[in-house]
């Protein structure tokens, strides 16, 4: 991408606002958009796919932080918990990325992508208790082994907001921090935030209201994905040029998803989710095969 052409500059641009409103929309930086879109339709090597990637992510979720702690959306205790933990993960993701090859990643993340995009299809309807509309959400009763799990080492959170009320959810924190932990290394080695995958285990198994979900899952990225970025661009994985300007598209869409969320039902979001996983998968798998 040495030679900047003026439509690959408005394409570049226009890539990073799309994927930062969408991104920040469901609680990520947009990586899991912009890193498979550089390798397949710009033909950029997936390491510096990677790296440039998640230099966007790191400017869209500061500007996505930013307006969700203002608006006080934020479990900044989750947030800051979550963060430190996946930073190791987010190191070794970028060591580990330099010894898989460009097809069998493309596979890789194609067929985590799909399964995700497939498991949120499959989920039941979204409850009352993480409705962003329902104040005070009271997390119901669940039976079997993993209710039993998730009862050792639980905390109730409130989350008292400027716009959209009070919530009270109950979590497992120790289970929450080492999941979020494991998602630090897809920073490093898949160039995203961790989510899209991080979003869905907050709502689904930790009980988190959707708002406060998405809120915190955004302002928890911040820090690791910085570390990433900084380790990527000491392996030189990131094309300076693209990255700022997909990052500038990327921190208007983010402002204009802080403030079209409320619009947004959570099971919307989350089939949104699920067809941009699904679609970006599927071709990934078939580039990588090819």
Do not use: C
């Amino acid at each position: 991408m040495d030679d900047l052409t003026p439509w690959l500059t408005v394409a570049l641009l226009a890539m990073g606002l799309g994927a930062g409103t969408y991104g920040v929309l469901i609680g990520a930086g947009g990586g899991f958009i912009i890193a498979p879109l550089l390798i397949v339709v710009f033909d950029v090597d997936h390491e510096v796919a990677v790296g440039t990637s998640l230099v966007t992510v790191f400017l869209a979720s500061t500007s996505g932080a930013a307006s969700f702690l203002r608006l006080r959306q934020v479990d900044l205790r989750a947030a800051m918990l979550f963060s430190a933990a996946a930073i190791p993960g987010a190191v070794l993701g970028v060591v580990g990325l330099s010894h898989v090859p460009s097809g069998s990643f493309q596979i890789i993340y194609g067929v985590i992508l799909v399964a995700l995009g497939v498991y949120i299809i499959l989920q039941p309807r979204l409850d009352k208790a993480r409705d962003p509309d329902t104040p005070r959400a009271a997390v119901t009763n669940r039976s079997g082994w993993w209710s039993k799990v998730s009862s050792l080492g639980t905390r109730t959170s409130t989350v008292v907001t400027a716009q959209s009320g009070e919530y009270s959810y109950t979590y497992n924190e120790p289970m929450a921090v080492l999941t979020n932990g494991a998602f630090g290394f897809t920073a490093g080695f898949f160039g995203m935030g961790g989510g899209p995958l991080r979003t869905p285990a907050l709502v689904y198994l930790f009980h988190f209201p959707m708002v406060v979900a998405v809120s915190t899952s955004v302002v928890s990225q911040v820090l690791f994905t910085a570390i990433g970025s900084a380790a990527h661009a000491v392996d030189n994985n990131v094309e300076i040029v693209p990255a700022l300007l997909i990052g500038t598209g990327m921190i208007v869409g983010a402002q204009i998803a802080v403030r079209t969320s409320r619009r947004f039902r959570p099971r919307g979001l989350m089939r949104l989710l699920s067809l941009a996983l699904l679609g970006i998968g599927a071709q990934l798998i078939v580039s990588g095969v090819g």
